[in-house]
Antibody, heavy 118, light 110 residues
Framework: QVQLVESGGGLVKPGGSLRLSCAASGFSFSDYYMSWIRQAPGKGLEWVSYISSSSSYTNYADSVKGRFTISRDNAKNSLYLQMNSLRADDTAVYYC???????????WGQGILVTVSS | QSALTQPASVSGSPGQSITISCTGTSSDVGGYNYVSWYQQHPGKAPKLMIYDVTNRPSGVSNRFSGSKSGNTASLIISGLQAEDEADYYCSSYTSSSTQVFGTGTKVTVV
């Protein structure tokens, strides 16, 4: 069965950096686009970033463009999100999700909390 | 990209039908048949319930259905059950090759 497990979250100070990882199993990881989606405490879902199956295409929400970088390692079945210049409003649960191209998210991880606070 | 507009809450009695609307623009909902709906129970990850406006993934109850007219998509839950009490989010592909989610709707079974 499809499994997505996020790791790397935690408490970081404003201006700091953090790298999230997502370990995928149960499907052919290299065949799928992947995405990060976040949810601030008590708020709605916000799409963050996409990466294509071969890493040739990436896209970002305006709110994170220039600060976050999505990447993947198909040999390790892993997705990453490098987050720099973190701000308080980046505080959220971050979900890794399998995507059907840019159109939908059919499997989600359990989420990992990132807290940006001094 | 502004969030799609959903009602904050919708309620219904067991067995009733409810409809959740999702309003966007011609650059997202109205421009593509790539509207999806997600169900999220408290403390859990979202689950895909409807994709491509009207399609149900395998394993999702046929009590859930979707439609679209112009810039507004809708999720219909028929035969409402206690287990349907959750938050629901729509999402759409956009002309900027991004995704945009709705503001979310809390469904209460009274």
């Amino acid at each position: 069965q499809v499994q997505l497990v996020e790791s790397g979250g935690g408490l970081v100070k404003p201006g700091g950096s953090l790298r999230l990882s997502c370990a995928a199993s149960g499907f052919s990881f290299s065949d799928y686009y992947m995405s990060w989606i976040r949810q601030a405490p008590g708020k709605g879902l916000e799409w963050v970033s996409y990466i294509s199956s071969s890493s040739s295409y990436t896209n970002y929400a305006d709110s994170v463009k220039g600060r976050f970088t999505i990447s993947r390692d198909n040999a390790k079945n892993s997705l990453y999100l490098q987050m720099n210049s973190l701000r308080a409003d980046d505080t959220a649960v971050y979900y890794c999700a399998r995507a059907r191209f840019l159109e939908l998210f059919d499997y989600w991880g359990q989420g990992i909390l990132v807290t940006v606070s001094s | 990209q502004s969030a799609l507009t959903q009602p904050a809450s919708v309620s219904g009695s067991p067995g009733q039908s409810i409809t959740i609307s999702c309003t966007g623009t011609s650059s997202d909902v109205g421009g593509y048949n790539y509207v999806s709906w997600y169900q999220q129970h408290p403390g859990k990850a979202p689950k895909l319930m409807i994709y491509d406006v009207t399609n149900r993934p395998s394993g999702v109850s046929n009590r859930f259905s979707g439609s679209k007219s112009g810039n507004t998509a809708s999720l219909i839950i028929s035969g409402l059950q206690a287990e349907d009490e959750a938050d629901y989010y729509c999402s759409s592909y956009t002309s900027s090759s991004t995704q945009v989610f709705g503001t979310g709707t809390k469904v209460t079974v009274v």
